[in-house]
């Protein structure tokens, strides 16, 4: 045995995170738990998140390595911070323009594979930091929603903290959730990183940012960003005063 808990980190719908030190590598790694009383849909969309999250092989998203059968759990690499911590201690705007492009180029990545997280939050993008630097890797994938999966259910609940309140009531839950819910929940992302505020958003002294934001989360949905691609396009293009 090589490694020792050190301590439990967090906890969610589906599981329990820990982080160990593992001494034959010299470093620490995060195992992520199934939690006991999980039933059995629950469980295979636990199991698909590391599936998921297997297949893909970019900087962009947290590596996984290996699971576990009997113990339900698997082992993944332990990360820095998160984008809520980063922003706590960071309040220099280009700085976090910056952060905004890299999340922008992880999401773009993610659904060049057709994947939509659906869980979009500044907890579920993580920062690794080099020495020159530092990437943004999305984490997270229990609510993913892969074309042709069978695990999206009607009664899957709205969990992520920026997804449009709307989807619960006037459509079929996450049944439904296509890109411009996922435009949507990153233009509030986006709106988070630049005011630090989750809820309630405010007009800004930048009339083009109020726009952007205005569109990103429009009740109409042809008038939302319809791909991230598109909402790059549309943020690269805001003027802001960089002192």
């Known amino acids: 045995k090589n490694y020792y808990y050190s301590e439990k980190i967090g906890e969610g719908s589906y599981a329990e995170v820990y982080k160990y030190y593992d001494t034959h590598y010299n470093r620490n790694f995060i195992i992520k738990r199934a939690r006991d009383d999980l039933n059995t849909k629950e469980y295979e969309r636990f199991k698909l998140e590391y599936l998921e999250m297997s297949k893909l092989n970019s900087p962009y998203v947290v590596e996984v390595y290996n699971y576990n059968e009997e113990k339900r759990e698997y082992t993944m690499e332990c990360l820095d911070e998160t984008v809520y911590d980063y922003i706590k201690k960071n309040t220099n705007l280009k700085a976090k323009i910056e952060l905004i492009k890299k999340i922008i180029n992880a999401f773009k990545y993610l659904h060049s594979k057709e994947l939509l997280h659906r869980d979009i939050s500044p907890m579920n993008i993580l920062l690794k930091k080099y020495d020159n630097g530092y990437v943004a890797k999305i984490t997270d994938f229990g609510l993913v929603k892969v074309k042709e999966s069978e695990l999206t259910s009607l009664s899957?609940?709205?969990?992520?903290?920026?997804?449009?309140?709307?989807?619960?009531?006037?459509?079929?839950?996450?049944?439904?959730y296509e890109m411009i819910h996922e435009t949507y929940a990153f233009t509030r992302l986006i709106c988070y990183i630049l005011t630090d505020k989750i809820n309630g958003i405010k007009k800004e002294k930048n009339k083009m940012l109020n726009e952007f934001i205005?569109?990103?989360?429009?009740?109409?949905?042809?008038?939302?960003?319809?791909?991230?691609?598109?909402?790059?396009?549309?943020?690269?293009?805001?003027n802001f005063i960089l002192k």
């Open 156 to 176: 899957s609940k709205i969990k992520g903290c920026l997804n449009d309140p709307k989807l619960s009531v006037y459509e079929n839950g996450f049944q439904d």
């Open 214 to 238: 205005k569109k990103g989360i429009s009740d109409d949905h042809k008038e939302r960003y319809q791909n991230m691609n598109e909402l790059e396009s549309a943020f690269k293009k805001i």
